[in-house]
Structures are given as C-alpha cells and as structure tokens.
C-alpha cells in the first residue's frame, strides 16, 4: 500500500512492489540512431571505427596506437572467409610494439584472439578504460543498456 | 534685476563673454559705471567688460598661473613618458637577449651548451651594437621594431642552427606545440586520450604546475582510505568492484614521452611538463609563457586549470599556528598529510558538510573506531549534503553519519579559530566552543582564471570560471574543459560543474572539438557519493535542495548497499575493506527512533529534481545501474504528469 506525504516544497511517495508492478505509462522519446550529438558506440554509423570509443580504453591513443589502428582497422575491414587472416603482420607488429611497455600492456593477454569489439582491448583496458569509470563508458559500450525497456 | 547686476559685478572678472544676455541687461538698465563705453562689441574677450585697474590685474595673475601650471604639467608628463619608453625599450632588448639565451640552456648539461652561448652572446654584442647607433640616427617609437626584428631575425637562424646541433646530441623543450594542454588533471588527459585517439600521430603537450603526473581525485577521499596496505600513502594504489588493484594515475610514466622528444617524436604522443606553471597567455599571437619565461606556441590549446580550494578567511587570518595544523585538501599530498595526521592525532574536525566534507568525515570516522581518534563535522546548513538533497533525506543521511562515527555539529559558522594551550580553538558564531587538534577545510573550489586578464578572456560571474559555448569554446583555438568550464549545456542552461565524470565528458569532448568535431555538450555526466556502508547514490543533472523534488522510495533490504551493487555492476570504483564487511551484515535496522515507523526509511528510491515540472537533476539512492534511463529521462526534457509512473522505469524494488 503506497502512500504520500509533502514536507513543503518535496513530496515524498512509498511505494511497495505490488505498487510498481503495473507497467509504467511514462512515455519517453524514440531515440535518433543517428543523432550526430549522442556519444557513438565502437562502430559508426557509417561503419567506421570509433577510435575515441571509452570501450576501448587507451589502445588507441598509447604509444602502440597506431599499431593497433593498422591491425584492428584490418581486421573490421578484412573480407576472408577467416576474418583478419590477412593481418597478421600487422598484429605481429602491434604485438613487438605492447612487449616493449610491459607495465602499459600486461603481457597476460590472449595472443592467439585480434581484440573484440565487447572486450574492448582487454589488456589495458583495466588500466586505462576505468579513466572513465562510471557511467560514460557503459553507455558507449555497443551492448549498452537500453533506456526505455518497458 | 538688482541681483543679477550684483552678482555679475561680482562675478565680472571671471564670467567673460558668456553672460551677453546678463550683460544686455545691464545696460538696458542703464547702469553704466563709466568704464566700459556702450559701443564697446560685445564679444570682448580679454578682460572683463566692467573690469578696473585691480580686477584687471587679479584677472590677469590668474589666468597666468592657470598658463604656467598647465605648461609645468604638460612638460612634466612628456619628460616621464619618455623617460619610460627608455626603460621600455631598454627592458625588451634585455629580455630578447635573455629568452633566446635560456631556450638553449634548458636542456642540463649538455656539450653544445658552451659554444651556443658564446655564439649567441657574440650575435647579440653586434645587435645590440647595431641597435644603439640607430637609436641615436631615428626617433625613438619606430626604433623599438627595428631593433626587435633585427634581433629576432639574428636569433632565429641561431634557434634553428642550434636545434639542429641540438637535435643530435639532446634535444630541448619544445617551442612549440600543435596541441597544447594547460593543466594536468582529469580534464586534461582525458582530452590527450580523445586528441590522440582522433588525430594520429598528434603531438600532445600538457603543462602542469604540479609535479605529478595526471590522477583521478575521487579515491584520495574515498577508496584510498579504505585501503589494508600500510604503504598506501606511498603506493597511491586501491581495489576496485572486480577485486584488482589499480592506481589513481591515469597512466603509469611509461605511457608519455618526454618533453623534449615530442617536437622529434615520429608517431607523436603525450608529454607532461610538470612543475612549471603558464603565468601568460598571448591569444593573438599563439603562445603562452611559463614562470621560467620559457614560450611555447601552440596550434589548439585547452584551458583545463581546474580549481584551488577555498579556505576560511578566519583561519587564514588565524596564524601560522592555526594555519600548520590546517588542510585545505584536494591534492595527493593533502591526502598523505592528512593520512599521518589522522594516526598521530586525537581529535580532527573537518569543517564542510558536501561531498567531500562527508565523505572524509565517514572515511576518518571508520578510523577512529580502531584507533579513539574523535572526528567531528561541521558546517553551516542543517543536515549533511543540505545544499543537495532534501531536508528530510539530508537529515536520514545526517543520522547515517552520525553511525559512522562521527560527531557532528550542524547549523555552525565558524567566528574565529586560535591555537590555545597546544589545542586549535573553534569559536562558533552561537558561543559554541570546540577544542581540537587538527582542521580540515571541505569548503568549496575557486575556479582557477587566473589567465583570464592576459588571455583577454571572459569570465562568468555568476558561476565563476572561463564562460565558453556548447562546444566548450571560449576563442576559435581555446577551449576549456572541467572545473574551470562556466559552459552552455543545451538541455540544462548555463553551469558549472565540479565533478569526475564532467572532467573526464567535457575534456574528451573538447579533444574531439579540438580535433575537428564540432560537437557540444550533450551526454550528461553523472556523479556519486558513498557515505558508509548503507548509503550510496548516483546522480545526474542539476541536482539542487532549493528546487522542488519528488521522491518516490521502497523499503530497503539487506542486499540494496553500496556492496551488494558493486559486486553485481561493472560501473563503479567502489571497493569494500574487511571492517566493511562486519559493518554490512547489521545494515538496516529498524529506524533509530522510538516509532518503529518503516515507512520513513528511506533505503532505497529514486528522487526528481524538477524545474517548472520537468525533471532537470534524478537521484538513485541505492539503486544502481540505471544511470542510463535517468539519463534519458533528463534528455527528453519532458513534463511529466505523475512521476510515479516514469518512477516505475527504475525497476526501484528489484536489485
């Protein structure tokens, strides 16, 4: 049973859960998937990759960035039956490069596997992705929560 | 008639020809004292038409002296002036000599550094010499670009021979910078990582006055403290929700490059000049001048200078006493100061009822329960957090405080503080009296704009900081991003904002504007705050006591803290110590007071914010992962008739 109080200017409401059960009647505004001003996720919607995506933390911007541009830019691009087959110089390259700053890329990473999209770099993505930690890079990742699920 | 010719007799040496209608009078009135004809013109301008021998000769000293005086004072004046421009002049060619000297004798110790000397003082011997003889041949203002282009012109083909020596042996600090980033905290690098992201091979400068490298602020008062490693002051390390460590730099050093290699560096990056603070900033002309007179010219520059924090002006007038056992804390080395001072202490007051204010209270608080140190918090509103939530939750909120073991004094305003047999006396402005050994002040930030004057720059008076525009611009290549920003937020309004996610959104949105985008601010950053076990929230938006709000709240259960949350969420950097642990399994009793009313515990809900009934500013307390629904329900802007019913898109009963 939900009730209702007002302390002047703030009005208080408790809800039980029976209360909220009843799906909501709030209308929320359809999402522009292409609105220009949203933060994007790692793809584009003109296909292109979004190298300031949070996901994928400091990859592109350290100093192995242009290598791992090369290398990933290969793989999204690649047309093989076995995707980024044809990259694997570049990878090798990014690869030499990471050995070089141990402490940036920590050397437990999968070497067989290019980056994923979700996992976003995994190597140095705890060190660098967590610059924004909370909210920011949730919403840009590619499965991000969607708003108006109701 | 009888006055006006009164006053005219009186006033006849000094009125002249401006009163002819005064004058026609007279005459018409037939007064005539013999001394002026009738048929004298009436534009006689010497001397006074009624004037006699003594008028004439009083008439006549004044205006002489009048003369003399004005002579004296215009001679005067010139002589100075001129006497300045000498100094002026002398001064520039001086400093000319001094800077094209110092750009190469920054780089220590190196072996060209002797030759270039020479050869440089022996290129400004001729110049100076050339200077002097056509100093005497031409006036002086048209010398002064003569003499400065002869001396540039002589200096720039030795800046360049010696970069080029310079080159191979030890390059020097850069004079130049395509991007050039003025400060060195979150703002800042999060726009480095955007420039550098976007613009491949982007030569990336940041200039800090600090001597660290950049760093996150929200664990010096929240994690860091909870942190079982003894060494954690020296470390700067802490536990996030998925149980690794990490530190609070952004980037350990291995990540920049060196200053001096930027200029050479073939595929760019991030260079931190640390320790050097930019004291000028000359917008026409692209540069800016460090406090060892160093000039670095830039392409595109962000202003992200952050803040200083306040203190109270009764402890600044306080003493040195007063002031050595003070910490006005925003830096690392606040956090280990106050770290030491915590275990050395009896008794600490923090003064400051805001976040940081509450949080460092809760952090020390937890201390005090193993070591009997007292905490005590203070500040002038009625309950923690009064300027942000709502009385009645400011109040809860207060209680929770108070559990972690914190005495806190409300509605106090501090009338003076003195340092009393080796105590720090706080004398409240109602006559309360505290005694302690140690202060924190938690009292807000100053916008640092200090380079607003020489930029030539706006600054906005009703929030402080630079004023710029949606797109985080103040001039065609000047941004400016984090606390220092007074920026138009479409949705919103103008504002200001002082947290860590704002830095980290509005410094990667000025590097994607710095790097061409053109995008203004629009995804809305958030922020959060833990205070103990039980109480956590999320926030968004404008989130101000003085609007009206609605709050809508379930009963809280055991597994809706804080704890429960991180371990579920992937968003926060929340971490739990093992006193955490006990402290959780009695969270939520009943209510503290005698009416085991649970009505009015407010564990868990959403709270709106509202301005003319559309929801500007949302809560989540003690719910999480819903950011980006409120989010979305500030974007939209709407009025909505029941909130109730957009409550109900929290899922607020569920975990």
Known sequence: MSYCKQEGKDRIIFVTKEDHETPSNAELIADDPDDPYEEQGLILPNGEINWNCPCLGGMASGPCGSQFKEAFSCFHYSQEEVKGSECIEHFRSMQECMQKYPDLYPQEEDKENPPQAESGGAPAADGSALLSEKDSSSVASPDGVSAADG | ?655
């Open chain 2, 1 to 655: 008639m009888l006055t006006c010719r009164a006053v005219w007799k009186k006033l006849a040496p000094l009125a002249r020809a401006s009163s002819t209608v005064c004058r026609q009078n007279v005459r018409r009135a037939g007064w005539n004292n013999a001394r002026t004809p009738l048929c004298v013109p009436v534009a006689h301008m010497s001397t006074g038409p009624v004037g006699g021998g003594g008028d004439n000769l009083k008439y006549a000293l004044l205006v002489g002296a009048a003369f003399v005086g004005g002579l004296t004072y215009a001679v005067i004046t010139l002589k100075g002036d001129q006497k300045r421009h000498l100094e002026r002049m002398a001064e520039i060619s001086s400093r000319k000599q001094k800077s094209a000297s110092q750009i190469h004798t920054e780089p220590p110790a190196t072996m060209i550094e002797a030759p270039l000397e020479t050869k440089l003082e022996a290129a400004a011997a001729p110049d100076a010499e050339a200077a002097a003889p056509s100093e005497t041949a031409e006036p002086p203002p048209v010398d002064e670009p003569l003499a400065e282009a002869s001396a540039e012109e002589a200096a720039a083909p030795l800046t360049d021979a010696g970069v080029e020596e310079a080159a191979d042996s030890k390059p020097s600090l850069p004079s130049h910078a395509p991007y050039l980033l003025i400060g060195g905290g979150t703002a800042s690098f999060a726009a480095a990582r955007s420039i550098r992201a976007r613009d491949p091979g982007a030569k990336v400068l940041i200039v800090t006055d600090e001597p660290d490298l950049p760093y996150m602020r929200p664990p010096l008062s929240k994690e860091l403290w909870f942190s079982d490693d003894p060494s954690v002051t020296e470390t700067l390390r802490f536990k996030q929700w998925n149980g690794k460590e990490r530190s609070i730099y952004f980037q350990p050093p291995s990540f920049y490059i060196d200053a001096e290699e930027l200029s050479g560096a073939a595929n760019g990056g991030v260079a931190v000049l640390a320790g050097r603070k930019v004291v000028h900033m000359d917008v026409r002309g692209n540069k800016v001048k460090l406090d060892n007179d160093m000039e670095i010219s830039y392409d595109k520059c962000l202003i992200a200078t952050g803040g200083v924090p306040r203190n109270l002006q009764v402890i600044e007038r306080a003493g040195e006493e007063v002031m050595k056992r003070t910490t006005v804390f925003r830096k690392i080395d606040d956090f280990k100061s106050l770290d030491k001072v915590s275990r050395n202490t009896q008794s600490i007051t923090i003064i400051g009822g805001g976040f940081l204010g509450s949080e460092l209270a809760c952090a020390l608080g937890r201390r005090s329960t193993e070591s009997g140190l007292e905490v005590i918090q203070m500040f002038p509103e009625k309950g923690n957090m009064g300027k942000v939530l709502p009385e009645y939750l400011s109040n809860w909120t207060t209680e929770k405080v108070k559990k972690e073991g914190v005495k806190v004094i409300r509605e106090a305003v501090v009338k003076s503080v003195s340092y009393k047999d080796d105590k720090l006396e706080i004398k409240l402005k109602d006559g309360r009296v505290v005694r302690t050994d140690h202060i924190v002040t938690a009292v807000g930030l100053e916008p640092n704009v200090d380079l607003a004057k020489s930029a030539g720059l706006e600054v906005d008076s009703d929030f402080g900081g630079y004023r710029v525009n949606a797109e985080l611009q103040a001039r065609s290549n000047i941004w400016v991003a984090g606390d220092a920003a007074c920026f138009y937020d479409i949705r919103l309004g103008r504002r200001r904002v002082e947290h860590h996610d704002h830095a980290v959104v509005s410094g990667r949105l000025a590097g994607e504007n710095m790097t061409g985008a053109n995008k203004p601010y629009w995804h809305q950053s958030m922020f959060w705050s833990d205070l103990g076990p039980d109480v956590g929230y999320e926030a968004i938006g404008i989130v101000d006591s003085s609007l009206p709000t609605v709050g809508v709240f379930a009963k809280a259960t055991a597994k809706d803290t804080p704890k429960a949350a991180t371990e579920e969420s992937g968003t926060g950097i929340r971490s739990e110590s093992e006193t955490e642990d006990t402290a959780s399994s009695t969270v939520v009793p009943a209510a503290p007071a005698p009416v085991v009313d649970h009505r009015d515990e407010y564990g868990k809900g959403v709270i709106f914010y509202l301005r003319e009934k559309v929801v500007v500013g949302i809560i989540l307390w003690n719910v999480f992962n819903r950011m980006p629904i409120a989010r979305k329900i500030i974007k939209d802007g709407e009025e909505h008739a029941d909130l109730n019913e957009v409550a109900k898109l929290f899922n607020i009963h569920e975990d």
